[in-house]
Nanobody, 119 residues
């Protein structure tokens, strides 16, 4: 059974930190990239950060210098360390897992975790 499970969200004051974790089940083979997206109320879902199996990363401009993405390939786990949080970071954060095998790309999503930074 394919599962992508996030944890670590919550309520934090502005300037504080949160660390999100996402574990993908071992039944997902040939994981290429793992990443985090977020969706605020009434907004579209946007990329926050992404990391490939080789460790290449890219970030949304709004989080550069504050957020750090990392992964443990052996555990199929990706992390998002969020520092200096702002009210604009309030959103539901979704983990995304992309696998690539035999010419086919498959994408899996977690259920989302709510992060709130009161203004």
């Amino acid at each position: 059974q394919v599962q992508v499970v996030e944890s670590g969200g919550g309520l934090v004051q502005a300037g504080g930190s949160l660390r999100l974790s996402c574990a993908a089940s071992k039944s997902i083979f040939s994981i290429n990239a793992m990443g985090w997206y977020r969706q605020a109320p009434g907004e579209q879902r946007d990329l926050v950060a992404r990391i490939t199996s080789s460790g290449s990363t890219n970030y949304a401009d709004s989080v550069k210098g504050r957020f750090t993405i990392s992964r443990d390939n052996a555990k199929n786990t990706v992390y998002l360390q969020m520092n200096s949080l702002k009210p604009d970071d309030t959103a539901v954060y979704y983990c995304n897992v992309e696998s690539y095998a035999m010419g086919t790309i498959k994408t899996y999503w977690g259920q989302g975790t709510q992060d709130a930074v009161p203004s």
